[in-house]
């Protein structure tokens, strides 16, 4: 299918410390930056109608934002609200935002993460071309539930049975030249494997959107998160324990298929 696609990102990295999210530093401002947070925009118009996607490296933002950006693009493109989605990577280390016990959020960066939003959606309509999508899935043992009955009663423990979805799902955007522009992934899978509790970090959905856009120079990978609530990264699962750390194997058993 051709379509109309249009493909932008822009960092979202505070410029001055804020609290991590849900991080075992919680409520605490972060002291280093492991790796930088985004927002990325995706626009697709057949001819007819637009679509506009949007997934920010975040925890998840309560409904203002959403509904800020959704009449931003209406006002501006005449996007329709119902043609537009806005997601969260559900990034544990990232800056604390709107609607998790909101005290702990910052006036300066939810003004910065509106305008950003704003800009990314400007930029992605300076970036239109024409292309096609190429729809896939792969499936792998990347991710374990982590909800296990003991006893009667449930624990946050390695289930080896539990239910889980097996596969990463994917748009590869290619323009009329064959050559890869974007990706749009998803996948149901906590970010959980914590760089450092006192670090900044789009955790495993920012390294695959970045060894993706390094593999493909000048594309741009977005990642959407599944309903991965009782699901982590198989590789924080140990010796019956749940734990942090990184482990770049589930990064590599995603990339193998993108060749």
């Not at 856009?213 to 699962?237: H, L, N, V």
Request: proline content about 5%; hydrophobic content about 35%.
């Amino acid at each position: 299918m051709t379509t109309q696609i249009g493909i932008a990102k822009e960092i979202i990295t505070p410029p001055f410390k804020t609290c991590l999210a849900c991080s075992q530093y919680y409520g605490k401002p972060y002291m280093e930056i492991h790796d930088d947070v985004y927002v990325k925009a995706l626009i697709l118009f057949d001819g007819i109608n637009y679509g506009l996607i949007i997934s920010f490296d975040l925890l998840f933002h309560d409904r203002s934002l959403n509904n800020s950006l959704k009449y931003y693009a209406f006002e501006k493109y005449n996007i329709p609200s119902e043609h537009t989605i806005i997601c969260y990577t559900h990034t544990h280390n990232s800056p604390f935002s709107m609607g998790y016990d909101s005290h702990n959020a910052s006036d300066e960066y939810e003004e910065f993460l509106l305008n950003r939003g704003k800009m990314c959606i400007d930029r992605a309509f300076t970036n239109i071309f024409e292309g096609s999508l190429h729809y896939g899935s792969a499936e792998g043992d990347w991710n374990i539930n982590q909800r296990l009955n003991v006893d009667g009663k449930v624990e946050m423990k390695p289930n080896l049975d539990g239910p889980r979805d097996n596969s990463i799902y994917f748009l590869v955007i290619k323009d009329r030249d064959n050559k890869i522009r974007a990706f749009l992934l998803n996948y149901a899978c906590h970010p959980v494997h914590y760089p450092a509790p006192t670090m900044l970090s789009a955790e495993y959905p920012g390294r695959l959107c970045q060894l993706l856009e390094a593999k493909y120079y000048g594309a741009i990978a977005m990642f959407t998160q599944g309903a991965g609530a009782d699901s982590r990264p198989r590789g924080t699962a140990k010796a019956g324990k749940l734990k942090p750390g990184i482990d770049e194997q589930i990064i590599d058993g995603y990339r193998k298929h993108f060749k």
